[in-house]
């Protein structure tokens, strides 16, 4: 990939606020996806960023900084159903829909 | 629900064989993509097919290959199964252009043994 980078696993307890960070290689960088993935099903598109500062929707909002090659997803009031893999992509390609992902960061909700 | 569909969900193949996959787009959808996902990774992209044509292509080998039809629907084919391949294989949809949300199916696991 283009070294997008997220954590592997994240821990938080139900009702608080978790932020999941993701780097990536600016070079060419043509947009940013976040996407929610359940253990055994399909990603759910969750945001889209491609200029810097804040998108929000709901509990959810994604931050980027084109400059710094970064990228956060802000999970508010958590929910058990919020456990699941959230992966950070990129686009490197104008048009096209081939994404570079990074690994996914588990996130674990506890009560 | 994305309205991008795909079969079979899961298959068990062996070693050598042959596999071809299949994928509906969402309506309106004329790009399509193939990724594969190996347990505990992201997913990585295999090829895209824009108006039948492959327009893109990952670091995959010559035996992954696909098909794109005049209804926008696609195949991903694999040939010279091996174990490695053992993955779930998302096929994802986009009308096109920067910006636009791409959808992805439910996928296909694949089993090689």
């Known amino acids: 990939g283009q070294n997008i980078d997220q954590p592997t696993e994240m821990t938080a307890t139900e009702g608080a606020i978790v932020q999941i960070n993701c780097t990536y290689q600016?070079?060419?960088?043509?947009?940013l996806f976040w996407y929610q993935q359940h253990a055994g099903e399909a990603p759910t598109f969750l945001s889209y960023?491609?200029?810097?500062g804040l998108e929000e929707k709901g509990r959810f909002s994604s931050f980027l900084s084109r400059s710094k090659g970064y990228s956060y997803l802000l999970l508010k009031e958590l929910q058990m159903k919020d456990s699941a893999s959230y992966l950070c992509?990129?686009?490197?390609?104008?048009?096209?829909?081939?994404?570079?992902f990074g690994t996914g960061t588990r996130l674990t909700v506890i009560p | 629900e994305t309205g991008v569909t795909q079969s079979p969900t899961h298959l068990i193949k062996t070693r050598g064989q042959q596999v071809t996959l299949r994928c509906s787009s969402q309506?309106?959808?004329?790009?399509v993509s193939w990724y594969q996902q190996a347990l505990g990774q992201g997913p990585q992209f295999i090829f895209q097919?824009?108006?039948?044509?492959?327009?893109g292509r990952g670091n995959f080998p010559p035996r992954f290959s696909g098909l794109q039809f005049p209804n926008y629907s696609s195949e991903l084919n694999v040939n010279a199964l091996e174990l490695d391949d053992s993955a779930l294989y998302l096929c994802?949809?986009?009308?096109?252009?920067?910006?636009?949300?791409?959808?992805f199916g439910e996928g296909s696991w694949l089993t090689v043994v």
């Open positions: 994802a949809s986009t009308s096109g252009g920067s910006g636009n949300t791409i959808y």
């Open positions: 600016t070079s060419g960088f043509n947009g």
């Open positions: 960023n491609v200029l810097d």
């Open positions: 992509a990129v686009s490197y390609q104008t048009g096209a829909n081939n994404l570079f």
């Open positions: 309506s309106g959808h004329n790009t």
């Open positions: 097919y824009y108006r039948e044509e492959e327009n």
